[in-house]
Every structure is written in C-alpha cells, then in structure tokens.
C-alpha cells in the first residue's frame, strides 16, 4: 500500500475496520479516508457494497487513489476529494453504513506541516460537524461507527445525541492489561434502544505479543 510521509496506516483504522459490522450494507461512506485503509478493509469484508471514500487532503487523495487502483475492488471503490461538510450538503447518496477514523487532538496546537494537522486536528472537521454529516447522509436505519480517543466520548456522545444518534456497541480498548483504556470504537443508529459495551486488549504481558481477541479480529489483514 503507499503510504503519503504525513499519513500513517495506524493500529485505529486497523481496528475500526475489522470491528465495523458490514453485514446489510449496500453502500458505505468512508469520511477523511486518508490512505484509504478503512475503505479497502470494507471492501474486503463486504463483497458487493458499494464504496464512497473522500478526504480534503491532496497528498491524501493521491495515495488513495493509487491504493484503489491496485486493489481487487477498484470498481466497487469512488474517490472524491472534498469536505465533509460539503458533501452532506451535495450528495443525494444515502448510506447504509458510515465509517470515520477523525481527527483527534481538539486542544493541540495545530501542527506546522499542514497535512498532519489537517489529520489529527479538529479545527477543519469538528464532532458537532461531522456528526451532523453522519446523520444527513445515514439512510434512517443506518449505522456511524468512529474510534475516538476514550476522553473525547462524552463530548461525542453529547453532540450525537442531539440529532437522535445513539451508540448500541461500544469497545474500549486498552494496549495492554497495565495501561488504562485509550481508545473507544463506537456504533451509532438512530434512536437506538439498547447497548452492548466490552473491552479489547490489543498486546498481553509481553509487548509485541499480542492477545488472542485483537489477533481474531485483525487476522483477515494480516500476513
């Protein structure tokens, strides 16, 4: 896969792809794709749904474009290079299924190199933005998943909910059984009744070891 110098294909897109359920969706939506890593496990994992992956970034785009052209599901994969924010207001496509590895970080100081800010920094997409483009382009029974650093899960949450998106499966995940819980990967619906909460481990006692639970879920992405 290319991989742009600003963009890394990092252990939470990783997750977030294996994690997502793609059982029923005829159409999927990756928002801020970057290399397109999440776009392609999609692919992998659903055979038929048809995939929409966009991102402002050009180093981004390029990548993406290369990695899609060089997969067994080019075809089913679209590329565009745009903001969220505008495609919500454009598109007349309505998802099954939305998928966003965002960017994190609201309190840093925005980084020198543009591309990297762009990706780890909320000043071009915030929650309040992108959860509000989740639910223009959810089809009603639809599905957002996202993996967020765990402390900003009350603030997500918190704008979710007042557009009547709710997390039904929640997964904390921690690096290993000594360090406390980093990351939250979260299912949405709309008004959804019922949740079902657990937590992965990603490395045992040993580092580089890795647990039985992260190695089932990653196993169909790894040699």
Known sequence: ????????????????????????????LDIGTGTGL???MLAQRNKTAQIDAIDIETGAVTDTSFNFENSPWKKR??????????????????????????????????????SKTLAR?????TFK???LAASKLLKPEGRFC?????????????????????PYRITRVRSNPFKPVKRIIMAFAFEA?????????????????????FQELVDAFYL
């Open 129 to 131: 933005e992108l959860v």
């Open 121 to 125: 920094h909320t000043s071009k997409l």
């Open 38 to 40: 999440i776009a392609l």
């Open 77 to 114: 994969l679209h590329l565009k290079q745009i903001s969220a924010q505008d495609f919500a207001t454009t598109s007349i496509a309505k998802y099954d299924l939305i998928v966003c590895n965002p960017p994190f970080f609201n309190n840093s100081l925005p980084s020198q190199q543009q």
């Open 193 to 213: 009744t019922s949740i079902s909460e657990n937590e992965l481990t990603i490395e045992d006692e040993t580092r580089h070891v890795y647990t039985k639970a």
């Open 146 to 166: 996202v993996v967020l650093p765990v402390e900003s899960e009350k603030q997500f949450r918190s704008e979710a909910a007042l557009l009547r998106l709710l």
């Open 1 to 28: 896969m290319q991989n742009h110098a600003a963009m890394r294909v990092g252990t939470d897109g990783v997750m977030l792809g294996a994690w997502t359920d793609v059982g029923r969706a005829s159409r999927i």
